[in-house]
Structures are given as structure tokens and as C-alpha cells.
């Protein structure tokens, strides 16, 4: 929480050039991340090249997003002798908790959204896919990310629950379970705090229904 004050008040161009030199340290380490993406998240190699090629792309994108959204403040038209100016700032402490699917994309893309806005994070990846976040935290670091203001903790959903539930949580970002995302969502709606940001992607498997007239091989190919 002291980090990201000093976080936030960093000019968002710095910011913005941390994620971009982040997208640059990724391109270089591609055979690290695709060796990270297939041996612990089983991915194919297709897939996990697709998957770091959205993380550089989540860089990027946020890079240049935040240099328009958190650069100069924005004037807003208003009565005549009356100026008024918009500012974008940090809200706190973002806790982001991810899930095993997408294990690097996911993560890095929550995070490096909360951090360009001016948060700090505290980064929770899915219990079966801790290398690939540490790594990802390294990079970012590297790429001049404060330490202070981006921590990673490795645990269950117990741990997440600790942070979910923690005063100085200022924001909750969460990829997974409907079941999960409505036990967090009822943990902030019992807290004493004024109302946080909730921001939940769940997602389920959905159901096939097939009968006698199918074609087997276009039920092959839908399965």
C-alpha cells in the first residue's frame, strides 16, 4: 500500500515504457516461457506460442492505452468561466487471482492493467502453475516494475481468501468459477468497507445435446 502511492504518482509515459521494455524482455525469453507453457501448464506448442503472443500484445496495448488515459489531464467542457479537468488515478491495491488455463496470459494480462492505472498488485496465480507466474513477475520487475508495488503469492484459495478479505485491498480481479467469483462477490458485500471494484470473468463448459439424426463425423468435429 505504500508503494503504490509512489507508484501512482510515477508519470504514466515511465509506466507505459516499463510495459513496453516488459513485451521486449518476453520476445527475447520466447523459448523460456514456451518451454514454461508446455511442460507445467500442458499446453501444445501452438498454443502456448498463441498464448505468450497475447501477453506481448497485452503490454503493448495497455502501454499505449495508459499513455492516452493517464497522461495529461483531459478539460471538460463547462458553464462559461469555469474550467474543469479530468485525472485518472490508482485506486489501491489490486489483489488479482488467476486461473490454470491461461496461466500466463491471464495473469500478466490482469496485472499489467491494474499496474499502468496505478495500483499496486498483489498477484495470485492458480495453484498448479506457479513457475510461469514467477517468471512473468521477474520480467516485469526487470522491466523496472517496483518490487513494492507488484508482490506475487503462491498458494491455495484459502490464501486468496485471506487477501480477498484484507483492509488494505482496495479492488479484486478474478478469472474462474462462477462458484468461486459469487463467494468472493459475498465476501465484499459483508465487509465494513465502502463498496470495492469487482472485476469476474467466469466462465463453464457448456452441454452438447445429440441425437439419432447426427452426422458422427460432424459430431466428431464440434466435440
Same mark, same amino acid.
Given at each position: 500500500?505504500?508503494?503504490?502511492?509512489?507508484?501512482?504518482?510515477?508519470?504514466?509515459?515511465? /509506466?507505459?515504457?516499463?510495459?513496453?521494455?516488459?513485451?521486449?524482455?518476453?520476445?527475447?525469453?520466447?523459448?523460456?516461457?514456451?518451454?514454461?507453457?508446455?511442460?507445467?501448464?500442458?499446453?501444445?506448442?501452438?498454443?502456448?506460442?498463441?498464448?505468450? /503472443?497475447?501477453?506481448?500484445?497485452?503490454? /503493448?496495448?495497455?502501454?499505449?492505452?495508459?499513455?492516452?488515459?493517464?497522461?495529461?489531464?483531459?478539460?471538460?467542457?463547462?458553464?462559461?468561466?469555469?474550467?474543469?479537468?479530468?485525472?485518472?488515478?490508482?485506486?489501491?491495491?489490486?489483489?488479482?487471482?488467476?486461473?490454470?488455463?491461461?496461466?500466463?496470459?491471464?495473469?500478466?494480462?490482469?496485472?499489467?492493467?491494474?499496474?499502468?492505472?496505478?495500483?499496486?498488485?498483489?498477484?495470485?496465480?492458480?495453484?498448479?502453475?506457479?513457475?510461469?507466474?514467477?517468471?512473468?513477475?521477474?520480467?516485469?520487475?526487470?522491466?523496472?516494475?517496483?518490487?513494492?508495488?507488484?508482490?506475487?503469492?503462491?498458494?491455495?484459495? /484459502?490464501?486468496?481468501?485471506?487477501?480477498?478479505?484484507?483492509?488494505?485491498?482496495?479492488?479484486?480481479?478474478?478469472?474462474? #468459477?462462477?462458484?468461486?467469483?459469487?463467494?468472493?462477490?459475498?465476501?465484499?458485500?459483508?465487509?465494513?468497507?465502502?463498496?470495492?471494484?469487482?472485476?469476474?470473468?467466469?466462465?463453464?463448459?457448456?452441454?452438447?445435446?445429440?441425437?439419432? #439424426?447426427?452426422?458422427?463425423?460432424?459430431?466428431?468435429?464440434?466435440?
Amino acid at each position: 500500500a505504500k508503494a503504490q502511492r509512489s507508484w501512482d504518482a510515477t508519470p504514466a509515459q515511465q /509506466r507505459a515504457d516499463c510495459l513496453d521494455r516488459a513485451a521486449q524482455l518476453l520476445e527475447q525469453r520466447r523459448e523460456q516461457f514456451l518451454s514454461l507453457l508446455v511442460r507445467e501448464a500442458g499446453k501444445t506448442l501452438p498454443d502456448a506460442v498463441a498464448e505468450l /503472443r497475447e501477453v506481448i500484445d497485452y503490454c /503493448r496495448y495497455y502501454a499505449a492505452r495508459g499513455r492516452e488515459l493517464f497522461g495529461a489531464p483531459q478539460e471538460l467542457r463547462g458553464p462559461t468561466g469555469e474550467k474543469n479537468l479530468l485525472s485518472l488515478h490508482g485506486r489501491g491495491v489490486f489483489v488479482c487471482i488467476s486461473p490454470w488455463n491461461f496461466p500466463l496470459a491471464i495473469f500478466a494480462g490482469q496485472i499489467t492493467a491494474a499496474l499502468m492505472a496505478g495500483n499496486g498488485v498483489i498477484a495470485k496465480p492458480a495453484l498448479t502453475t506457479p513457475l510461469i507466474a514467477h517468471a512473468m513477475v521477474r520480467v516485469l520487475h526487470e522491466a523496472g516494475i517496483p518490487v513494492h508495488a507488484l508482490q506475487l503469492v503462491l498458494g491455495d484459495g /484459502r490464501i486468496g481468501g485471506v487477501l480477498v478479505e484484507h483492509p488494505a485491498t482496495a479492488a479484486v480481479c478474478f478469472t474462474g #468459477s462462477l462458484i468461486t467469483a459469487k463467494a468472493i462477490g459475498s465476501t465484499l458485500a459483508k465487509s465494513d468497507r465502502a463498496a470495492l471494484p469487482f472485476i469476474a470473468e467466469t466462465g463453464g463448459i457448456n452441454a452438447m445435446i445429440v441425437d439419432s #439424426s447426427a452426422l458422427p463425423e460432424q459430431v466428431v468435429r464440434d466435440v
